[in-house]
């Protein structure tokens, strides 16, 4: 081992317990805001009733949270939504965003400023070389009730740029492939991609968007069909989400969509992993070096992601040990002291850029990955 | 153990997803084989055409020499294989090893893929019915009557999701080569071992390697293949072969449901054709689509399923390296237990009897596998929900039910064989929309002659015959 590689690793263990520290103090402080009587949601003051310790006295650090019972999304079904906004924060204008909903009753979030807050976090991340101050962006994605469509267009904006969109209705799309209607379904995709390619072919200087990567791929072979590529319509920066993202297909993407690696394509991609609870985590820089591998990191302290134990969600497993992910959110709008999304992955080691648990592989949880629509559009 | 790439038009792609491929009774690897996604299937379509170009410069008599010593090494030499070589007792072991058939019967399937290669100039006369085939690579032609005409070509390239654990079936594509046509498959998960050695044997013959594609891969490389590419066929269960039914694209091959008829005329001698109907229903383990899974008569039905209970039902679980091994094993033993299930339900039903029930037990569940011994249960009418099954396994219905009725209660039958000298009879079968192969005479069910079509004729599924004129043009004023 160099010196300089020991150094580094010395470094990263020191920002590690900087950040565990800190994550410790940020745990502390939104526990206290969400079950104080004056500034707490009516939710959580409800349920505060109904546990067995007082989080005002017993929450000290970030494992205290493991006393609070699994955060259920079935809880999200359904009104009214004011019972979520934090008495602290009443009066403030107040977005309500759905995820799910194709059948049934969808889950709703209300946020007031935490998209506008994650996406600018997020906007430092990304290179300036490839994601160009005062560009203009293509959202190619999920129209809609949902927080996505106006986190692209705020993060833009921030950047200072215009934000173009397509009507996309991920409901309809999941009930095409219910109903068995493949045709429909392509037609569908087709008429998403049209929209797409009549945008980036309009003149509007757009050099950066966000797709899931499904439609990356179908926007890709849209523009060959027109004897174009994402590279000739002046395409630099990408920014991705969803688990359909492996390495195989990440290098696919890099190396016959996208005009290969970013230094000789000059198209950059970043995946992201994330949802409408939590937030945006983003991804170590992938590489060929690291055979694409793809690892993800919350934006801590306000989120948190958790590699756990498929029997024992409060044991941690070790690292590069596989295991369902748990999220945790704690912003001063919503508290989420530990989600079991439907994913599973491995423990990954704390980064430079970010000293703390990352989880890569991410993956449809194997005993009900059979049942979950991924990836849908 | 072994690495083997994809091949994307005749250059290896080594991804970073890989699945292994593992023995059935050991589980241990025996090979590593790239993953690739649809997409990069639905990118390299586009350079299908350079298949059948390639195919093109060569001319089909050189293409049939090529099979022929493709045939020769298929079956005898050591081959390249991925990262190394493969030779035909490696071929043999790995196949058996990951499909659960016996070694002997690996070897009989290797040798009917490498007859019906060696025999392909005989099958295409047969199959073109003489045509010359270089009029369809040319796409027009005088065939002798002083008449032109014209073969339109379908598709470059012949595509074909193939199954898992059925490696006779890879006698259908192989004519695709000689016929100027480029092959894209997608081996199947647990036997990717007769594409690629077949397809490293054209290679090795001389076949140039842009002419083959293979993509080994999950269900989005499947679909994407039977979307993408104009013709194609596809192996799986009754539910595929409806899902693609009335598809001109796509030749579906599912479950046979193949029979054998006894006729009024010769029932009552019905003894002298027990070993012919063992044979139908026994061979290859009972899991080809040609095996028989209905014999079918008006009386003697009970003598009959009980001599055959008699002649199967003794049979029993061997090693897969015991020539006398007559089972294959159901590598995922979920499969087997499934399958048992559903032949419990069956057996509910009145007027359905068990006469493998005295045998003993018909399910073996091993650590990591699972067997199911033959079967023959007698129904004793068409109507029984029974006489319309067929399994992965010897299991064969015995269907009392009267001559005259036959034709309409049979339902689709792959292979039919019909055994009767009854005129009036015959007519009604060669009439019958329902069979396929129709073989009059006691012929096994499973023994096949390779001159006729099977399930359509190939030639007709990659060429269309159309109209051609050629007229002279006039001459060229001042030339």
């Not at chain 1, 004011?82 to 204008?93: A, C, E, L, S």
């Not at chain 1, 009549?198 to 890709?220: Q, R, V, Y």
């Not at chain 1, 991609?269 to 590489?287: E, F, I, K, Q």
Request: aromatic fraction near 10%; charge should be negative.
């Amino acid at each position: 081992m160099t010196t300089k590689s020991m150094t580094t690793e010395s470094d990263v263990a020191t920002s590690a317990t900087a950040a565990r520290e800190k994550l410790d103090a940020h745990t502390y402080e939104t526990v206290q805001w969400h079950f104080h009587e004056s500034t707490g949601s009516p939710f959580w003051l409800e349920k505060k009733a109904g546990l067995n310790f007082d989080p005002l006295t017993e929450v000290k650090c970030f494992d205290d949270l493991k006393k609070f019972p699994l955060f259920e999304d079935e809880w999200l079904r359904g009104g009214p939504v004011r019972r979520w906004v934090p008495k602290g924060m009443d009066g403030q204008p107040t977005y309500v965003f759905e995820t799910g909903g194709t059948t049934g009753i969808p889950k709703s979030r209300v946020v007031i400023d935490d998209f506008r807050i994650d996406y600018e976090m997020f906007s430092h991340t990304l290179p300036d070389e490839y994601f160009p101050k005062g560009a203009n962006w293509l959202m190619l994605g999920p129209s809609g009730p949902r927080r996505l469509r106006l986190a692209v267009e705020h993060l833009c904006q921030f950047r200072g740029g215009i934000s173009f969109c397509i009507d996309l209705d991920p409901r309809w799309v999941v009930k095409l492939i219910k109903k068995g209607w493949m045709d429909h379904l392509e037609e569908y995709k087709k008429h998403c991609i049209d929209q797409a390619v009549t945008i980036l072919t309009a003149g509007h200087d757009i050099k950066c968007m966000f797709t899931t990567p499904k439609l990356l791929e179908s926007l890709a072979y849209g523009l060959a069909e027109r004897d174009t590529s994402i590279q000739e319509v002046g395409i630099t920066g990408i920014f991705s989400g969803g688990t359909e993202f492996t390495p195989q297909w990440t290098r696919f993407c890099v190396e016959e969509l996208l005009g290969g690696p970013t230094e000789e394509s000059g198209v950059y991609m970043t995946p992201t992993y994330g949802n409408t609870l939590m937030g945006l985590a983003c991804s170590r820089p992938v590489t060929e070096e690291e055979d694409y591998k793809i690892a993800y990191y919350a934006p801590q302290p306000r989120a948190v992601v958790e590699v756990v134990d498929f029997d024992d969600h409060t044991r941690v497993v070790p690292y590069a040990g596989t295991g369902r992910v748990k999220l945790y959110t704690m912003t001063k709008e919503f508290f989420v002291p530990g989600f079991l999304e439907r994913d599973e992955g491995e423990r990954e080691e704390p980064y430079s850029s970010y000293p703390w648990d990352g989880v890569s592989g991410v993956r449809p949880y194997h005993a009900i990955a059979s049942q979950t629509t991924v990836g849908v559009y | 153990m072994l690495t083997i790439p994809a091949i994307r038009w005749g250059k290896p792609y080594t991804a970073l997803e890989k699945q292994e491929v593992v023995h059935f009774l050991s589980g241990e690897p025996i090979a590593s084989i790239s993953q690739v996604n649809g997409g990069m299937l639905q990118l390299d379509m586009k350079k299908a055409a350079r298949a059948r170009a390639v195919l093109r410069e060569i001319p089909s008599e050189n293409l049939l020499l090529m099979c022929e010593k493709a045939a020769e090494l298929f079956e005898s030499a050591e081959l390249p294989m991925g990262d190394g070589t493969q030779s035909v007792d490696d071929f043999i072991h790995q196949q058996s090893a990951s499909t659960g058939l016996p070694e002997h019967m690996c070897l009989g399937n290797m040798k009917k893929n490498s007859f019906v290669l060696a025999n392909m100039r005989q099958i295409l006369d047969a199959l073109t019915r003489g045509l010359d085939l270089s009029i369809l690579g040319r796409g027009y032609g005088e065939e002798g009557r002083g008449v032109t005409v014209s073969y339109q070509v379908q598709s470059p390239v012949l595509g074909a999701v193939l199954p898992n654990n059925s490696p006779g079936v890879h006698t259908l594509w192989l004519p695709a080569i000689p016929l100027q046509i480029g092959l894209l498959l997608k081996p199947g998960s647990q036997e990717p071992w007769t594409p690629y050695r077949m397809v490293s044997a054209f290679m090795e013959a001389g076949v140039p390697a842009e002419a083959f594609a293979l993509y080994p891969g999950g269900h989005d490389v499947g679909s994407t293949l039977l979307t993408r590419c104009s013709r194609s066929m596809v192996f799986g269960s009754a539910q595929t072969v409806e899902q693609y039914a009335g598809n001109p694209r796509v030749q579906p091959h599912g479950p046979g449901f193949s029979k054998i008829l006894l006729g009024d005329d010769v029932v009552d001698q019905w003894e002298d054709y027990l070993d012919m109907m063992v044979e139908s229903v026994f061979s290859n383990s009972g899991r080809s689509c040609i095996n028989c899974s209905g014999i079918w008569a008006s009386r003697h039905t009970d003598k009959i399923a009980a001599a055959l209970a008699e002649r199967l039902g003794a049979v029993d679980v061997l090693p897969p390296e015991d020539p006398d091994a007559g089972l294959a094993a159901f590598t995922n033993a979920a499969m087997a237990t499934g399958t048992w299930g559903m032949v419990q339900q069956d057996l509910q039903e009145s007027g359905v009897t068990d006469m493998t029930g005295d045998y003993g037990d018909r399910l073996v569940e091993k650590e990591r596998c699972a067997y199911l011994r033959p079967m023959v249960v007698h129904a004793d009418s068409p109507d029984r929900g029974v006489a319309s099954k067929e399994y992965m396994f010897p299991f064969v219905s015995v269907v009392q039910c009267p001559q005259k009725d036959m034709v309409k209660k049979i339902g689709p039958t792959l292979v039919g064989t019909a055994i009767t000298s009854d005129q009036d009879f015959i007519l009604s079968l060669t009439e019958s929309t329902s069979i396929d192969r129709l073989n009059i005479g006691p012929m096994p069910t499973n023994r096949l002659n390779w001159l006729q079509p099977h399930e359509g004729n190939l030639t007709e599924f990659l060429f269309r015959s159309r109209a051609y004129q050629i007229t002279e043009l006039p001459s060229a004023v001042g030339v």
